[in-house]
């Protein structure tokens, strides 16, 4: 069984950048489709990103393009998330998650992941 730990998030001021490391073991990400997905307080968890298992097939929501970019080196069993330019509405709880799904336009549903991480807080604040 896949596990994930996400790392990296925090308090920043708007403006600012964090990355976030989503770093697997029990399994390598090689087989897996990674995805970040963000809930808000008293909001839904939403999409942000996803890459195919060998880096190709990138996907961001609106949100986000422009801004955020995410990235994996399989080598490391990790994925990453650069955020740049953050604001406060990308205050959340940030989640990394793992499927086996190929087709990009799948990976932005939740339900094509079968293994979740516990998730990393950001919070973009003055």
């Known amino acids: 069984q896949v596990r994930l730990l996400e790392s990296g998030g925090g308090l920043v001021q708007p403006g600012n950048s964090l990355r976030l490391s989503c770093t697997a073991s029990?399994?390598?990400?090689?087989?897996?489709?990674m995805g970040w997905f963000r809930q808000a307080a008293g909001k839904e968890r939403e999409f942000v990103a996803a890459?195919?298992?060998?880096?190709?097939?990138?996907s961001y929501a609106d949100s986000v393009k422009g801004r955020f970019a995410i990235t994996r080196t399989n080598g490391k069993n990790t994925a990453y998330l650069q955020m740049d330019n953050l604001a406060a509405e990308d205050t959340a709880q940030y989640y990394c998650?793992?499927?086996?799904?190929?087709?990009?336009?799948?990976?932005?549903?939740?339900?094509?992941?079968?293994?979740w991480g516990q998730g990393t807080k950001v919070t973009v604040s003055s």
């Open positions: 029990g399994g390598a990400i090689s087989g897996y489709a």
């Open positions: 998650a793992a499927s086996r799904a190929i087709a990009s336009t799948s990976l932005q549903s939740e339900s094509v992941y079968a293994y």
């Open positions: 890459i195919r298992r060998d880096g190709s097939g990138i």
